[in-house]
């Protein structure tokens, strides 16, 4: 068995075992097991030359996450699945997802085997092995594995309560 001095080492430990990689380019899909990975392939540095949008101002470290980014502003989807015809933006979207018609789930843990189709939801399964909780509630500290169930629980907390029994 292994041991670590930081909750944060073992959630490293396992991502790397089971093969998350939970810091990505939310453009062009690019996937890293750590964030120093993920900044090596940002080269944009103080007063390094980097894209911006014309439109939005946004910037990118590379040109071709400003491509892509640019088809938000155009409505363009040049990318369409042959078997329901739906158009995507980019080709990470369709490859995403062409997993609903061919059921396959390419995303596996190496912990338990657990498969999924999409990389984000293996990534919120990790947590179940590393016990993190990384969404608190601002009101009562509460921590939860998901954003869905922080969402879910902060009905608690709402003064309106939008569900009622007809029958009291």
């Known amino acids: 068995n292994k041991s670590f001095s930081q909750r944060s080492n073992i959630t490293k430990y396992s991502d790397v075992r089971s093969g998350v990689k939970s810091h990505s ?38 040109r071709s996450c400003l491509t892509l980014h640019n088809l938000v502003h155009t409505g363009e989807k040049p990318f369409s699945c042959n ?10 979207a369709l490859t995403k997802h062409s997993y609903v018609h061919t059921g396959e ?19 919120r399964h990790s947590h179940v092995h590393t016990y993190e909780k ?18 879910e629980h902060s009905l608690v907390h709402a003064t309106e309560k939008p569900f009622c029994c007809s029958n009291l």
């Open 83 to 92: 078997v329901c015809n739906k158009s995507f933006s980019n080709r990470s």
């Open 134 to 151: 990384p969404y608190s509630c601002s009101i009562c500290s509460k921590s939860f594995t998901g954003k869905d169930k922080l969402t």
């Open 25 to 62: 380019c939310s453009l062009c899909n690019n996937s890293f097991s750590h964030r120093s990975d993920r900044t090596k392939y940002y080269p944009v540095k103080m007063g390094e030359k980097s894209f911006s949008c014309s439109i939005c101002n946004k910037f990118f470290s590379r």
């Open 105 to 123: 789930k390419p995303f596996s843990c190496n912990i338990c085997n657990r498969s999924f189709s999409q990389r984000g939801n293996l990534i």
